[in-house]
C-alpha cells in the first residue's frame, strides 16, 4: 500500500497446515502402524509473516529553512524488511553407548525406517520457560522397549525455536547539480542483533545396560550455530 505522506508498505503471511511426509516404508510392520509412524509434520513450519516498507521522511527545511536543515536532515528514505518465522516441527534421534560385541542396536530392517525413541509423555516446553540448555522435557524421551528397537516416536514432536530480524536501511540523496544525485548509503542487517538459532541437540544417547542417558549435559540444549550476527555497511553512489 502507497499513503499519501510518503510511506510504502506490504506484508505477506504463510500459515502451513500441513507438511505430510511419507518415510521408509518398514516390512515388519503393518499398513496402519507405517502410516501412523511415517506420516508426520517434520519440516513444517506454520507461521512466517514478513513485513516490507519504505518512507520518505519529510524535509525539515520545510520547517526550517536554512542550509543546515537542507544539508543535513532534507532527501532520508528509510526502509526495510521485518521476518518473523515461527519454529519448525521435527523429531528426536538416539543412540546407544558401550554397546556389547554381537547385540542388537538396530532394527534389523533392509531399505526400512530407522530407528526411533520413546515417547514417555509431552516434550513441549512454552517458549517462556525455554532455556538455552533446557529446549525440551528431556525426560518425555527415552530408549525403545520394543525387541525391534523400532519405538514409539512419530518424528515431529519436538517444536523448534523461531526467530524474527530486522534488516534496515537508510539512503540520503544529496543534489549536485542538474540531474545528478549523490546518494548515501547506511544499511544493517539483523540490526537488533537478535539470536537466531538454527538447530537443537535433539539426539540422545543411551547406555545400553543401564538405558541412562548419557549425554544429559547437552541433550535439549540449542546446539550454538546461529545465523548472522548484525552487519552494518555504508556506501555511496551517483
Same mark, same amino acid.
Given at each position: ?17 500441513? %507438511? ?54 532534507? %532527501? ?30 538396530? %532394527?534389523?530392517?533392509? %531399505? ?127
Amino acid at each position: 500500500r502507497r499513503s499519501s505522506d510518503g510511506l510504502n508498505y506490504g506484508f505477506a503471511y504463510t500459515y502451513q497446515i500441513s %507438511n505430510e511426509n511419507l518415510g521408509s516404508i518398514d516390512p515388519f510392520m503393518t499398513d496402519e502402524q507405517n502410516r501412523a509412524r511415517n506420516y508426520n509434520s517434520s519440516g513444517r513450519r506454520p507461521h512466517t509473516l514478513v513485513i516490507n516498507y519504505s518512507y520518505e521522511v519529510p524535509n525539515l527545511s520545510s520547517k526550517w529553512n536554512n542550509i543546515i536543515a537542507k544539508s543535513i536532515f532534507d %532527501n532520508w528514505q528509510v526502509s526495510g524488511i521485518t521476518s518473523v518465522l515461527s519454529g519448525t516441527y521435527g523429531g528426536f534421534g538416539y543412540s546407544y553407548s558401550s554397546v556389547p560385541g554381537g547385540a542388537l542396536s538396530g %532394527n534389523g530392517s533392509i %531399505n526400512g525406517g530407522g530407528n526411533r525413541p520413546n515417547m514417555l509423555c509431552d516434550p513441549f516446553i512454552p517458549r517462556g520457560d525455554r532455556t538455552f540448555e533446557r529446549q525440551f522435557k528431556t525426560e518425555c524421551i527415552g530408549p525403545p522397549t520394543d525387541a525391534l528397537n523400532f519405538g514409539t516416536s512419530k518424528g515431529d514432536e519436538f517444536y523448534g525455536p523461531g526467530f524474527y530480524n530486522f534488516d534496515i536501511s537508510a539512503f540520503k540523496s544529496v543534489p549536485m547539480g542538474g540531474n545528478r544525485r549523490l546518494q548515501l548509503r547506511f544499511e544493517m542487517y539483523n540490526a537488533f542483533n537478535n539470536d537466531q538459532f538454527t538447530g537443537t541437540n535433539t539426539n540422545a544417547q543411551f547406555h545400553y545396560v543401564t538405558r541412562e542417558l548419557s549425554n544429559a549435559a547437552t541433550f535439549g540444549s540449542l546446539n550454538g550455530n546461529t545465523l548472522s550476527a548484525r552487519r552494518i555497511q555504508k556506501g555511496e553512489g551517483y
